[in-house]
C-alpha cells in the first residue's frame, strides 16, 4: 500500500503565476487535510475534504486560494497569483476518519518557491 | 481558539545527557501527538496519547500527558546524534473538530558528540 503521494516535490513560480498542488491520499482513505509550513515554524491547518466536498476551510486564506478533491483523481491545492508570502511547504495528509484509532498520514510534502 | 505552545523551541544537548521537551494547550484535547521531522523532509508519527497519565516509549524517547494540566512532555534520555530533529506535539480539539491537527512551533533539537 503506497503511502501519500504528493507532487511536484518542489515548484518554482514567478510572482502573479498559479501553482497546482497535488495529493493522492493513501488507498481506502476518503479524508484529505492540507496543512502549509512556513520557514521555521509549525504546521498550521488550511482545509479538510472528503470525496468531492469542501467539510472545512477555516484554515485558508479567503482569496487566491481554492481546494478540490474530485470523485476520481488526487486532491488539488491551488493558488492564484502567488506572492513570496506563499513560499512554504505545502503539506497533506489522509485518514480513513476523523475520531481516534484513526490516524492522518502525512505526505512528503511540496516545497513551493515564488520568486 | 487552541494554542499550543512548545518549549524550548532550540535545544544543543550533548550524547549521553537527559533532556525534557514540553508542550502546553490551551483548551481541552481529544488527543495529543508527538511528530519528529527531519530537514526537507515530512512528518513522521512517534506516539498518540488519549487519556491522563497515559505514558509511552520507544528507545529512547518517553511521551507522557497530564490532561488537567493540559501539558505532555517528551522526555530523551542518554541522547545519541541520530535523535537530531525537529519535535512537534500537535493536538486535536474535544469538540467542534474535525479532526484538524493544531501544532506547535517545534523544538528544534541537535545532539552534539
Known amino acids: 500500500n503506497a503511502g501519500v503521494m504528493q507532487n511536484p516535490r518542489h515548484l518554482v513560480r514567478r510572482r502573479g503565476q498559479e501553482a497546482r498542488l497535488r495529493c493522492s491520499p493513501m488507498?481506502?482513505?476518503?479524508?484529505v487535510y492540507w496543512y502549509r509550513q512556513l520557514p521555521e515554524e509549525g504546521l498550521k491547518f488550511m482545509v479538510y475534504?472528503?470525496?468531492?466536498?469542501?467539510?472545512?476551510e477555516s484554515g485558508m486564506p479567503k482569496e487566491r486560494f481554492s481546494a478540490e478533491f474530485p470523485k476520481e483523481g488526487p486532491s488539488i491545492l491551488r493558488i492564484q497569483q502567488v506572492v513570496r508570502g506563499d513560499s512554504a511547504a505545502y503539506f497533506c495528509a489522509s485518514s480513513q476518519g476523523i475520531t481516534y484509532p484513526y490516524e492522518q498520514y502525512f505526505g512528503p510534502g511540496t516545497r513551493l518557491t515564488v520568486t | 481558539e487552541l494554542k499550543v505552545e512548545q518549549n524550548p523551541l532550540f535545544l544543543s544537548m550533548q550524547e549521553g545527557k537527559n533532556y525534557t521537551i514540553y508542550c502546553n494547550y490551551s483548551t481541552t484535547s481529544d488527543r495529543l501527538y508527538w511528530y519528529r521531522q527531519d530537514p526537507g523532509k515530512s512528518l513522521e508519527s512517534l506516539f498518540v496519547l488519549l487519556s491522563n497519565g497515559a505514558v509511552k516509549q520507544e528507545g529512547r524517547l518517553m511521551a507522557s500527558l497530564d490532561t488537567k494540566a493540559r501539558l505532555s512532555t517528551l522526555h530523551i534520555t542518554a541522547a545519541v546524534h541520530d535523535l537530531s530533529a525537529t519535535y512537534f506535539c500537535a493536538v486535536v480539539l474535544t469538540r467542534g473538530s474535525q479532526g484538524n491537527l493544531i501544532f506547535g512551533k517545534g523544538t528544534k533539537l541537535s545532539v552534539k558528540p
Open positions: 488507498k481506502g482513505h476518503s479524508h
Open positions: 475534504l472528503q470525496k468531492e466536498n469542501i467539510i472545512d
